[in-house]
């Protein structure tokens, strides 16, 4: 499984929280078996700057530039000149000069490994992202992924999950040995399967 995160800029406060957060979550990451990289369309001489100016120490190259060092390794960040086509605004312009609403946008994409995409978020370069959702997204994904299961709103890991409308009562019931039940609905229908998480 791997994780790319862009941020628009270096010296940016949102995306500067952002690392600092993915750097204390490296090892939840790591317990998942996902690979984190940081993505930037700055120079490697930009990185190295911001290091020094928050004080994480030197830097060993591009890809292990603006995070602590517990986190070196784990959330790499990495210089590539193309990511303007897909991981931001192209109408937003990289002008220090402009507002930060101005900036080009964040993304967070998620790949499996069959490496295809399996989600993509898009955030304003104002709004810092959510790694706690990013980490429930990656449980759901890696659950739903081998086990014929969907989770619901607000699904948290533990939860009970919903049986997928493909699967046959009968089967559902000897893959699910906690037991399927239904959600009693206004019109009678009997479609929202749940069960204890496998």
């Known amino acids: 499984w791997g994780i790319l995160f862009s941020h628009p800029r270096d010296f940016t406060p949102v995306c500067t929280t952002e690392l600092g957060r993915a750097a ?8 998942r078996n996902v690979k984190m990289i940081a993505l930037s369309v700055d120079s490697v001489q930009d990185h190295l700057s911001w290091c020094k100016v928050w004080g994480w120490g030197s830097c060993r190259g591009s890809w292990h530039c603006c995070l602590p060092p517990e986190a070196r390794g784990e959330a790499p960040t990495k210089q590539h000149t193309d990511l303007e086509l897909c ?3 192209p109408k937003a312009s990289q002008t220090s000069a402009q507002p930060l609403t101005l900036s080009p946008c964040a993304q967070v994409f998620v790949f499996g490994p069959d490496k295809k995409l399996k989600l993509s978020i898009l955030y304003p370069a104002t709004t810092g992202r959510n790694f706690d959702e990013i ?3 990656v449980d759901s994904l890696q659950l739903t992924a081998y086990k014929k299961v969907a989770t619901p709103v607000d699904w948290k890991p533990g939860d009970s999950v919903m049986v997928v409308p493909t699967l046959p009562d009968e089967e559902a ?9 239904t959600k009693d609905l206004p019109s009678g229908k009997k479609y929202l399967r749940y069960t204890p998480q496998p």
């Not at 019931?173 to 039940?181: A, D, N, Q």
């Open 24 to 31: 204390k979550l490296a090892t939840e990451f790591s317990k």
């Open 87 to 89: 991981m931001s605004n």
């Open 135 to 137: 980490l429930r997204v």
């Open 173 to 181: 019931k000897k893959l699910f040995p906690k037991g399927v039940f």
